[in-house]
Structure formats: structure tokens, C-alpha cells
């Protein structure tokens, strides 16, 4: 190959893979190409590295090294049975939420949700004593209410001191 | 061989066969581009490795619809990057020699008439080391396999001007490598002739 008139036809876009190594391969050859393309572009230099090419043994074992692993693998699933799994899924999704769309809610009676008090208890108080014979109380006394926090089906019944404690 | 169509369809349905067959026109390809962004070889095999396992498993969901070889360079530069990235630049790192002679080739009159890829490749990986992985990928993919700019924006899924803004950092920190560390290497020419000789 000659020396080509326009050393810029490296950084052409349109040649194809063929061409352009042809290129290289004179430019690496001929003294005048190399350096003119050093001169004009020193960084254009490292295309010739496409020119190499990786040794015939070392890409037939990584071709056994591969046929090995992919003997022992599962065949992939095909994309037709993923799309039917899917399928599936979104339409049991969407039975689900229509179901829960449409059942009816259960809202508490109005009445429920303000609580009523129940009774009011006079708390005698708890004492205890101690082997010196002083007493304790362990509850003070005073008045509890009881009072009704049932909601719906579900009685609740609570005891509240003057402190607001259980 | 097969037509590479009929082959990846082929592959896609499982077909042992047709898939090792598709390695075999593939293998440089990935090697290449592998080796050229991991700056080591032993590496680059691994990272094919696993390229390729990965095709086997993903072929099935493959879009016929794109074009193959962009997909296999998205999935190697990717592959190659987490190893660069998980590795470090390993065997890039090289002391420069201690006679700066060493690094030119010779004398007009003595020069060797080709030049070493070799010596070409050692001075790419030592400078390249010094490359973020998507400056040293952009430029491998432009500047050494001379895919467009377009193609390169759709492999690593970037704007083009991304990929042009990559390349411009990429370039002026080699050509500053160069300048500094490598002055000699590449012959100048004096009265060389058309022929080149």
C-alpha cells in the first residue's frame, strides 16, 4: 500500500474495520506515516494498538474454559415462559385489589368512638406494713371511673384513677 | 459458519451448540476490548469469562431488534470497568527504565522499520493508569477500535458529548504522558521517501 495522500482518513468515521486496519498496518510500516501521524496527532498513536491481537491459544481455552460452564448450566428460560409467569402475576394482582376495592368497609358506630363512663368506684386503698409494724399505702385512696372504650364488636373496658393511670 | 443472526437466535433457545459457535466469532472482540481497559490480560480473560456467561443467561430477553454487538460491548466495557475498578490498575503501574535512551528507538540509521506494539502497548498502559475508566474506555473504543461517537454514546449509555468531553481529557492527559515520558517514542523522519523506506 502506498502512502495515503490525507493521513486523517484515521480519524474518518466511515471506514470500515477492514480499511482502517489496513492503515494502521501501513502506518506502522512506513517511517514517514508514523511520523507524520506523531507529529500531526502524537495521541493517534496508540490506534495502531488495534492491531493487536490476542494469541489463538489463550482464546481457545477461554473457549473450553466457557463450553465447560455453559455444559453445566441450566438452559435459560425462554422469554415467552417469563412473560406468561408475569402475565399471571399481574393478573392475579389485579383480582386481589378489585376484591379489596369492592368489599364493604366496616366503619365504627359514631356512638362507640366518644367513651362513656361506666361507673365511678371509691377506692379504699391498698395498705401494707412493714415487720416495724408502719403502714403503707401501696394505693392511695380516692375515685377510679370506669369507662367504656368499646369500638364496633370489640368491648374494651377501662379503670382510671384521678391521675389518669390504669 | 452461520449466518450470526440465525446463530444468536439459535443461542437464545438454548441450542449449546450454536452459543459456542458465537463465542468462538466473539471471543476477540470482548478479549480485545477487555485487555485494552483492564491493562492486563489474565484479567481480560476473566472478565470475558464472565461475559459470555452472562450472554448465555441473558440471550433469551436480547431485543433482535438492537443491534448485538452494541449490546456485547455494553455488557464487556461494563464488566471490564467493575474489574478495573474492584482490581485496581493491576500490572499498569511501571517504573519508567533508569536509561531515558531505552525509550526511543534508535537512531534513524538503526531504527527498527516497524514499530514495536509491544513498546506501544507498555507506554499505553502506564499512561492510561492515570485515566478515570471512562476517559481510558472512551478512548479505547474511539481511538483504538474506531467505533464513531455515536456508537461509542450508545455503548456507554452517555450524550455524545459526554463521550467527546471524555475523549478530550483522555487525550490531553496521554499527549502530556507522552511529551513527558516517552519523547522517543516514535522516529522522526528525515528525507524518509514516499515508499517509507
Same mark, same amino acid.
Given at each position: 500500500?502506498?502512502?495515503?495522500?490525507?493521513?486523517?482518513?484515521?480519524?474518518?468515521?466511515?471506514?470500515?474495520?477492514?480499511?482502517?486496519?489496513? /492503515?494502521?498496518?501501513?502506518?506502522?510500516?512506513?517511517?514517514?506515516?508514523?511520523?507524520?501521524?506523531?507529529?500531526?496527532?502524537?495521541?493517534?498513536?496508540?490506534? /495502531? /494498538?488495534?492491531?493487536?491481537? *490476542? *494469541? +489463538?491459544?489463550?482464546?481457545?481455552?477461554?473457549?473450553?474454559?466457557?463450553?465447560?460452564?455453559?455444559?453445566?448450566?441450566?438452559? *435459560?428460560?425462554?422469554?415467552?415462559?417469563?412473560?406468561?409467569?408475569?402475565?399471571?402475576?399481574?393478573?392475579?394482582?389485579?383480582?386481589?385489589?378489585?376484591?379489596?376495592?369492592?368489599?364493604?368497609? +366496616? !366503619?365504627?358506630?359514631?356512638?362507640?368512638?366518644?367513651?362513656?363512663?361506666?361507673?365511678?368506684?371509691?377506692?379504699?386503698?391498698?395498705?401494707?406494713?412493714?415487720?416495724?409494724?408502719?403502714?403503707?399505702?401501696?394505693?392511695?385512696?380516692?375515685?377510679?371511673?370506669?369507662?367504656? /372504650?368499646?369500638?364496633?364488636?370489640?368491648?374494651?373496658?377501662? !379503670?382510671?384513677?384521678?391521675?389518669?393511670? !390504669? | 459458519?452461520? =449466518?450470526?443472526?440465525?446463530?444468536?437466535?439459535?443461542?437464545? %433457545?438454548?441450542?449449546?451448540?450454536?452459543?459456542?459457535?458465537?463465542?468462538?466469532?466473539?471471543?476477540?472482540?470482548?478479549?480485545?476490548?477487555?485487555?485494552?481497559?483492564?491493562?492486563?490480560? =489474565?484479567?481480560?480473560?476473566?472478565?470475558?469469562?464472565?461475559?459470555?456467561?452472562?450472554?448465555?443467561?441473558?440471550? %433469551?430477553?436480547?431485543?433482535?431488534?438492537?443491534?448485538?454487538?452494541?449490546?456485547?460491548?455494553?455488557?464487556?466495557?461494563?464488566? %471490564?470497568?467493575?474489574?478495573?475498578?474492584?482490581?485496581?490498575?493491576?500490572?499498569?503501574?511501571?517504573?519508567?527504565?533508569?536509561?531515558? @535512551? @531505552?525509550?526511543?528507538?534508535?537512531?534513524?540509521?538503526?531504527?527498527?522499520?516497524?514499530?514495536?506494539?509491544?513498546?506501544?502497548?507498555?507506554?499505553?498502559?502506564?499512561? @492510561?493508569?492515570?485515566?478515570?475508566?471512562?476517559?481510558?474506555?472512551?478512548?479505547?473504543?474511539?481511538?483504538? #477500535?474506531?467505533?464513531?461517537?455515536?456508537?461509542? %454514546?450508545?455503548?456507554?449509555?452517555?450524550? #455524545?458529548?459526554?463521550?467527546?468531553?471524555?475523549?478530550?481529557?483522555?487525550?490531553?492527559?496521554?499527549?502530556?504522558?507522552? #511529551?513527558?515520558?516517552?519523547?522517543?517514542?516514535?522516529?522522526?523522519?528525515?528525507?524518509?521517501?514516499?515508499?517509507?523506506?
Amino acid at each position: 500500500m502506498i502512502c495515503p495522500d490525507d493521513m486523517n482518513r484515521l480519524a474518518d468515521e466511515g471506514l470500515s474495520r477492514r480499511e482502517r486496519l489496513e /492503515l494502521l498496518d501501513h502506518v506502522r510500516g512506513c517511517r514517514r506515516c508514523s511520523a507524520l501521524l506523531a507529529s500531526t496527532d502524537p495521541v493517534g498513536i496508540f490506534s /495502531l /494498538l488495534a492491531l493487536e491481537t *490476542p *494469541p +489463538v491459544d489463550e482464546l481457545e481455552r477461554l473457549s473450553a474454559r466457557i463450553d465447560s460452564e455453559v455444559a453445566a448450566a441450566p438452559v *435459560p428460560a425462554r422469554a415467552t415462559t417469563r412473560w406468561v409467569s408475569m402475565a399471571a402475576s399481574v393478573l392475579l394482582a389485579g383480582i386481589f385489589a378489585t376484591y379489596l376495592w369492592t368489599r364493604p368497609a +366496616v !366503619i365504627p358506630e359514631a356512638a362507640n368512638l366518644r367513651p362513656s363512663v361506666l361507673d365511678t368506684l371509691d377506692l379504699q386503698g391498698i395498705p401494707t406494713a412493714d415487720a416495724a409494724g408502719s403502714v403503707e399505702w401501696v394505693t392511695s385512696p380516692g375515685t377510679a371511673q370506669v369507662m367504656d /372504650l368499646s369500638v364496633g364488636e370489640m368491648q374494651v373496658v377501662m !379503670i382510671f384513677d384521678e391521675a389518669m393511670d !390504669i | 459458519m452461520q =449466518e450470526e443472526g440465525k446463530l444468536i437466535g439459535l443461542a437464545a %433457545a438454548g441450542d449449546r451448540a450454536a452459543f459456542s459457535e458465537l463465542v468462538r466469532i466473539k471471543r476477540e472482540l470482548v478479549v480485545r476490548i477487555a485487555t485494552q481497559i483492564t491493562g492486563n490480560r =489474565e484479567d481480560a480473560l476473566d472478565v470475558a469469562q464472565g461475559v459470555f456467561l452472562k450472554l448465555w443467561k441473558g440471550l %433469551a430477553k436480547f431485543d433482535r431488534k438492537r443491534r448485538f454487538d452494541t449490546w456485547l460491548y455494553r455488557v464487556t466495557v461494563n464488566a %471490564a470497568i467493575d474489574s478495573l475498578r474492584t482490581k485496581g490498575p493491576r500490572g499498569m503501574i511501571q517504573p519508567l527504565p533508569d536509561d531515558p @535512551a @531505552a525509550l526511543e528507538i534508535g537512531e534513524p540509521a538503526q531504527a527498527q522499520r516497524q514499530l514495536d506494539l509491544d513498546e506501544l502497548q507498555r507506554a499505553f498502559r502506564r499512561l @492510561a493508569a492515570g485515566l478515570a475508566p471512562k476517559q481510558r474506555t472512551a478512548f479505547v473504543l474511539r481511538e483504538i #477500535e474506531g467505533l464513531d461517537t455515536a456508537e461509542v %454514546a450508545r455503548i456507554m449509555n452517555v450524550a #455524545e458529548s459526554t463521550v467527546r468531553n471524555h475523549l478530550l481529557q483522555a487525550r490531553r492527559l496521554l499527549r502530556a504522558g507522552l #511529551e513527558r515520558d516517552y519523547p522517543g517514542l516514535v522516529p522522526t523522519v528525515r528525507g524518509a521517501r514516499e515508499d517509507g523506506s
